[in-house]
Each structure stands twice: as C-alpha cells, then as structure tokens.
C-alpha cells in the first residue's frame, strides 16, 4: 500500500541554517493571505510613485480606485509566488506554522541556496501541490483513489 501522509498534507520535519524544522503544507489560506499581500503592495508601489511625482490628489483616488478593483489573476499568482518575496513568504508561513517564533529574517538569513531549494520542493510537494498545478482536476481524493 502506497504512502499516503504526503499526499494528505502531513506535516514533515526538515534542517535549515542547522536547526530542525516541521514544515506545514500550503493551505487555501496561505494562498489568500499572500494574495492580499500582493494587493497591499500594489497600493504601496502606486502611493510611493504617486508622492514622487506630485500627482494631484484626485488624480491618486482615481487610480487608486482602479488599483483596488484590478482583479488578482492566477496568473498573478503564479508570477507572485515565482518570485524571491512569494517563496520568503510561503516558507516563512510554513515554518511558522509549527514555531511561531520563526520570523522573516531567518528566512533572510539563509545563505545556502541549494538547502533553500530543497525546502521549497518539500514545502510543494505537501498535499501534492505541483500535482494539482500540473492537473487541477487532481484533488488528494482522486489521488488517494488512483493510488490505491
């Protein structure tokens, strides 16, 4: 019978900067959470650029509006989360998961890029997350069922 605990989103336990770690899958909410991120930092781009240039106060409200209605695309996401601040993010929301104390300078900190490669694959290998990208009709449901 087929090991099942990573494709059901078990937590596992891996080294960084020489400390031991429990890695938590991804979840929905992670996924929201860097969303509005991504969205926070649309508007801060927008109100730092604004305040360089001078622009009009109406003029700001009035692409500031439209900054907030731009929908967020999967496609942003993907490009997001591609990103050096997308995986800082989804590692330090995995770590921290488990060990609350884990902030984002540690994962500043980490100098060894092959080590950091190997928790990202770790992190998206959690509940099978390339999977589902690969194939979204792929849900841990149907893949427990082909599975077993």
Known sequence: ?????????????????GKRYILSPVTVGDL?????????????????????????????YENLNRILTMPFTNEDLT??????DGIRFLVHRSISKKQ??????????ISDIEELM??????????????AESDPTKTKKTRAKRQS
């Open 118 to 131: 190997e928790v990202i694959t770790a992190i998206s290998s959690l509940g099978r997350m390339a999977d």
């Open 1 to 17: 019978m087929p090991d099942l605990t990573r494709a059901m989103g078990e937590e596992v336990g891996h080294t960084l900067n």
């Open 79 to 84: 490009s997001g989360l591609s990103s050096t």
């Open 32 to 60: 929201a959470a860097f969303e509005a991120k991504c969205k926070e930092d649309r508007v801060a781009a927008f109100m730092g650029a604004a305040q360089r240039v001078n622009m009009p106060e109406e003029k700001q």
């Open 100 to 109: 609350p104390d884990f902030n984002m300078d540690e994962v500043d900190n």
